[in-house]
Nanobody, 126 residues
Framework: QVHLVESGGGLVQPGGPLRLSCAAS????????IGWFRQAPGKEREGVSC????????YYADSVKGRFTISSDNAKNTMYLQIDGLKPEDTAVYSC???????????????????WGSGTQVTVSS
C-alpha cells in the first residue's frame, strides 16, 4: 500500500528555519518526480518545489526561490523541504506528492501526481 506522510510542521517565528519531511512507503521515491505543494487559507494550492529524483533537476516557484530547498534521501525513502527565512505569507498546509514521467516544472504547475500526502500545517507568526 502506498503512503506519503509529512511531518515537521508547526508554529515558527518569522525569519526562522523549518525542515519538512515526507516519508514514502509502498514505492521508491528515487524512481519518481517528487514535489511540495502548499495551500494557504482562502487560496488555491500552489506547487512550490519539484524535483526529478533520477538527475536532481529542480523547479522552484518564484515566491520561494532562494529560501526553499528540496532534497531526498533514497536510503530513507524520504523527501525534504528546507525552508529558511520564513515569512508570514508562508503559512499554509504543505503537502508532498510523487509523479511519474513528468518534468518537475510541469508537476509543480499542473499539480499532476500519482500519490499525495495529507499535509502538515506550517504557521509563521510571532
Amino acid at each position: 500500500q502506498v503512503h506519503l506522510v509529512e511531518s515537521g510542521g508547526g508554529l515558527v517565528q518569522p525569519g526562522g528555519p523549518l525542515r519538512l519531511s515526507c516519508a514514502a512507503s509502498g514505492f521508491s521515491l528515487e524512481h519518481y518526480v517528487i514535489g511540495w505543494f502548499r495551500q494557504a487559507p482562502g487560496k488555491e494550492r500552489e506547487g512550490v518545489s519539484c524535483m526529478r529524483s533520477s538527475d536532481g533537476s529542480t523547479y522552484y516557484a518564484d515566491s520561494v526561490k532562494g529560501r526553499f530547498t528540496i532534497s531526498s534521501d533514497n536510503a530513507k525513502n524520504t523527501m525534504y523541504l528546507q525552508i529558511d527565512g520564513l515569512k508570514p505569507e508562508d503559512t499554509a498546509v504543505y503537502s508532498c506528492a510523487a509523479a511519474a514521467w513528468i518534468a518537475p516544472q510541469v508537476m509543480c504547475s499542473t499539480e499532476r501526481a500519482l500519490y499525495w500526502g495529507s499535509g502538515t500545517q506550517v504557521t509563521v507568526s510571532s
